[in-house]
């Protein structure tokens, strides 16, 4: 299988600006992304998608491929990531090389470890899935057979629908929401589909530490905090 790994990284940015080259920990935070991708075995190539000139020079230099600049329509705050992912993978046919899957490596998580990378791909093969994402288990408190949702009249109703909640919390079925750290889908259902998703999603649970997503300045304290303290070696 061939695997397209793609990082896109916009040179605008409001929460932290200028964050893709902004340093953390002495390296640019794209430089995070791209070492993880280069490290994992199932990962062919490593592609960074940007339409700012710095950012594909310094991806470049840590040993990424920068084969285009994104078109400015494509870079707007409001365009979503599907017609990027696109673009990429018709840039890459377009020179004679065809991914049979895409992994998409969002460049705010920066504590992500190849080897969950690797696990992603290896399990989109096994399962025969569409997609497999990165994920989190969901506390019990926060489970959808405890949640509420709000009707108009004020009254609550179960998010599950159901009538009344599970009593035990030894009872409740796992619950998992995506971390964003990683998402690998095969090319025809991004392409044939228009969905990163497909209809066989599957989760790969991952450590704490890979969710760490930088957006905010707090964000990016919180990053530095952990660079400080885990030297070398990731944690979970």
């Not at 049979?100 to 490596?105: F, G, K, P, R, V």
């Not at 093969?125 to 949640?147: G, K, L, T």
């Not at 704490?208 to 919180?222: F, L, Y």
Request: charged share 25%; proline share 8%.
């Amino acid at each position: 299988m061939r695997v397209l790994g793609l990082i896109p990284a916009r040179g605008g940015s409001k929460g932290v600006p200028r964050k893709n080259v902004r340093p953390l920990g002495g390296k640019p935070l794209i430089g995070y992304s791209i070492d993880a991708a280069l490290e994992a075995k199932r990962v062919d190539r490593v592609l960074v998608s940007t339409e700012d000139e710095e950012i594909a020079s310094i991806s470049k230099s840590l040993g990424a491929e920068v084969p285009f600049l994104r078109p400015a329509l494509l870079a707007q705050d409001e365009i979503p990531m599907l017609p990027v992912i696109v673009h990429a993978i018709e840039a890459v046919i377009a020179e004679g090389w065809v991914p049979d899957a895409l992994c998409l490596l969002q460049p705010t998580f920066p504590f992500r470890r190849p080897e969950d990378i690797d696990a992603c791909i290896e399990a989109l093969e096994a399962q025969a899935a569409d997609c497999v994402i990165s994920v989190h288990r969901v506390p019990a408190h926060f489970n959808p057979h405890w949640v509420y949702f709000e009707r108009p009249d004020g009254s609550l109703q179960l998010s599950t629908g159901e009538s009344q909640p599970i009593p035990r919390r030894q009872e409740l079925p796992a619950a998992f929401h995506r971390s964003g750290a990683v998402y690998v889908s095969r090319v025809e259902t991004i392409t044939e589909q228009g969905s990163l998703y497909g209809d066989r999603l599957f989760g790969y649970e991952t450590g704490s530490e890979s969710s760490c997503n930088i957006d905010t300045m707090d964000d990016w304290a919180r990053a530095e905090a952990l660079v400080a303290t885990r030297g070398d070696h990731a944690i979970d």
